[in-house]
């Protein structure tokens, strides 16, 4: 006997948490739809020399290879055909690639699905995962009033998932790279060393930073560390500030200018679109660990809960499609790690089970009073309820039993008294009362009852 079990690394969960998470995915979807993105969906697997272009960085080592029994027992040295995509950017960049004749520009997509990666094995991190992205692609230009409008999009997504209060951080590439010039670090590769050392800061800390950037590999001196670690302590608290602190920084080469008008022109949009400003902030210090980001990233926190990490990141990137294209495709884009962040606001109490999405129960109480239940209950479908029915008689306790144990708030009880008076009892289990209604009105009540109880709760 083989024992059940699931593998590490995934996330399964009983029905009543399940849909709890299938209502963030469903207000995520709306929020996206409210900003007039659409929606696509790519294969679990892609062909795996589209998908290992050396563009996804360090997740590429975590890549999970697809291969049939018939193919294994054939299989010679080499790459598998198909690989499981580890993310949802780089499949993006194939299809706008292949489909780019079919496509309008600027393309705004959106795509929530399962994405896969061998992360090793340690609580609260996941090998199957749900990424809820939105992108906008251009075609040959993109201008940077897109990257304005994302933040406004995070903004409506976590207010409506009322998870608490959250700050949007912003930097720009661009920024930190006219700054690095500035400093005399002009070569690309330790560039983009720097830049992900810096993107550690909060993990690693100041001092093991300062350590690795003064040791071999870097060898900066201690001036320079001193002028990369200052740069990286700036903050902002709302528009004005962060823009006080944009001037503060001085002049600088044509590239650190370019970045820094870039977030200022994104900070204006930003309060044009009704972003609150406490909402948002400048922190020089964010890079994000994706080599292909070239200008605005983003990265959201929940105030309350630092320690859960970025919610939200993303950013502005030139030409990711650039492995399948002659087409110069720059965009911007987000990605929310759903599966990580549900996972990890229920352990810190902040989401309750949720009721069960059936509404009603419908009681049977004699087998031969199985057609009227039947019937009832489809004309309590036909209203738009949701509506489970006892399909075999049983004792009342045990039927209310189990609709307490399934979460469903209403239980419809048609004993030979009711049916003699022609009334049907409701047991409303949340609130511990029973109340009676005439069966012809039935429907209508129960509707009420549950708009009612949805405006309470905000849904």
Same mark, same amino acid.
Not at 163 to 174: A, E, H, S, Y
Not at 212 to 219: D, I, R, W
Not at 311 to 327: E, F, P, Q, V, W
């Given at each position: 006997?083989?024992?059940?079990?699931?593998?590490?690394?995934?996330?399964?969960?009983l029905?009543?948490?399940?849909?709890a998470?299938?209502?963030?995915?469903?207000?995520?979807?709306? %929020?996206?739809?409210?900003?007039?993105?659409?929606?696509?969906?790519?294969?679990?697997?892609? $062909?795996?020399?589209?998908? $290992? %272009?050396?563009?996804?960085?360090?997740?590429?080592?975590?890549?999970?290879?697809?291969?049939?029994?018939?193919?294994?027992?054939?299989?010679?040295?080499?790459?598998?055909?198909? &690989?499981?995509?580890?993310?949802? #950017?780089?499949?993006?960049?194939?299809?706008?690639?292949?489909?780019?004749?079919?496509?309008?520009?600027?393309?705004?997509r959106?795509?929530?699905?399962?994405?896969?990666?061998?992360?090793?094995?340690?609580r609260?991190?996941?090998?199957?995962?749900?990424?809820?992205?939105?992108?906008?692609?251009?075609?040959?230009?993109?201008?940077?009033?897109?990257?304005?409008?994302?933040?406004?999009?995070?903004?409506?997504?976590?207010a409506?998932?009322?998870?608490?209060?959250? #700050?949007?951080?912003?930097?720009?590439?661009?920024?930190?790279?006219?700054?690095?010039?500035?400093?005399?670090?002009?070569?690309?590769?330790?560039?983009?060393?720097?830049?992900?050392e810096?993107?550690?800061?909060?993990k690693?800390?100041?001092?093991?930073?300062?350590?690795?950037?003064?040791?071999?590999?870097?060898?900066?001196s201690?001036?320079?560390?001193?002028?990369?670690?200052?740069?990286?302590?700036?903050?902002?608290?709302?528009?004005?500030? &962060?823009?006080?602190?944009?001037?503060?920084?001085? %002049?600088? %080469?044509?590239l650190?200018?370019?970045?820094?008008?870039?977030?200022?022109?994104?900070?204006?949009?930003?309060?044009?679109?009704?972003?609150?400003?406490?909402?948002?902030?400048?922190?020089?210090?964010?890079?994000?660990?994706?080599?292909?980001?070239?200008?605005?990233?983003?990265?959201?926190?929940?105030?309350?809960?630092?320690?859960?990490?970025?919610?939200?990141?993303?950013?502005?990137?030139?030409?990711?499609?650039?492995?399948?294209?002659?087409?110069?495709?720059?965009?911007?884009?987000?990605?929310?790690?759903?599966?990580?962040?549900?996972?990890?606001?229920?352990?810190?109490?902040?989401?309750?089970?949720?009721?069960?999405?059936?509404?009603?129960?419908?009681?049977?109480?004699?087998?031969?009073?199985?057609?009227?239940?039947?019937?009832?209950?489809?004309?309590?479908?036909?209203?738009?309820?949701n509506?489970?029915?006892?399909?075999?008689?049983?004792?009342?306790?045990?039927?209310?039993?189990?609709?307490?144990?399934?979460?469903?708030?209403?239980?419809?009880?048609?004993?030979?008294d009711?049916?003699?008076?022609?009334?049907?009892?409701?047991?409303?289990?949340?609130?511990?009362?029973?109340?009676?209604?005439?069966?012809?009105?039935?429907?209508? #009540?129960? $509707?009420?009852?549950?708009?009612?109880?949805r405006? $309470?709760?905000?849904r």
């Amino acid at each position: 006997m083989i024992k059940p079990r699931t593998p590490p690394g995934v996330m399964e969960l009983l029905p009543r948490d399940q849909i709890a998470f299938q209502r963030m995915l469903d207000s995520i979807r709306q %929020t996206f739809e409210r900003f007039g993105f659409l929606p696509i969906e790519t294969p679990v697997f892609e $062909l795996s020399e589209v998908l $290992l %272009t050396k563009s996804g960085g360090e997740t590429e080592r975590q890549v999970y290879f697809a291969q049939s029994t018939g193919a294994l027992e054939k299989s010679s040295e080499g790459v598998p055909e198909l &690989a499981l995509r580890f993310d949802l #950017t780089v499949p993006l960049a194939r299809y706008v690639a292949e489909h780019e004749h079919d496509l309008a520009f600027p393309f705004r997509r959106y795509q929530m699905q399962r994405v896969y990666r061998g992360e090793r094995q340690q609580r609260g991190r996941f090998r199957e995962f749900y990424q809820c992205d939105i992108d906008v692609v251009g075609k040959d230009a993109l201008s940077i009033r897109h990257d304005a409008e994302i933040p406004a999009v995070i903004h409506a997504v976590f207010a409506s998932l009322d998870i608490g209060d959250f #700050t949007i951080q912003l930097n720009n590439r661009k920024l930190l790279r006219g700054f690095f010039e500035g400093l005399g670090i002009g070569d690309g590769e330790q560039q983009d060393g720097v830049l992900r050392e810096l993107d550690k800061l909060g993990k690693r800390g100041v001092a093991a930073v300062r350590e690795t950037l003064a040791g071999e590999g870097f060898a900066l001196s201690d001036d320079v560390i001193d002028q990369l670690m200052s740069f990286s302590q700036v903050r902002s608290q709302g528009r004005s500030d &962060a823009l006080a602190k944009l001037d503060a920084l001085g %002049t600088g %080469t044509p590239l650190f200018e370019e970045g820094r008008d870039e977030l200022r022109d994104v900070l204006q949009r930003m309060h044009a679109m009704g972003v609150p400003e406490q909402r948002y902030a400048i922190n020089l210090s964010i890079a994000r660990g994706l080599d292909y980001y070239t200008g605005i990233v983003y990265e959201t926190t929940l105030d309350a809960h630092p320690q859960i990490g970025s919610i939200c990141s993303g950013g502005r990137y030139d030409n990711l499609a650039g492995h399948y294209t002659k087409s110069k495709l720059p965009g911007v884009g987000i990605s929310i790690g759903l599966t990580r962040l549900f996972w990890q606001l229920r352990e810190a109490g902040l989401i309750a089970t949720a009721d069960s999405s059936v509404d009603v129960l419908v009681t049977l109480m004699r087998d031969e009073d199985l057609d009227h239940a039947l019937a009832l209950s489809q004309r309590l479908r036909a209203a738009g309820l949701n509506v489970e029915t006892q399909l075999e008689s049983r004792k009342l306790a045990k039927q209310l039993q189990y609709a307490d144990r399934a979460g469903i708030r209403f239980v419809v009880i048609r004993g030979q008294d009711e049916i003699a008076r022609g009334v049907v009892a409701v047991k409303d289990l949340r609130r511990g009362e029973q109340f009676e209604v005439a069966e012809s009105d039935l429907a209508s #009540t129960l $509707l009420v009852e549950r708009e009612q109880s949805r405006a $309470l709760a905000g849904r």
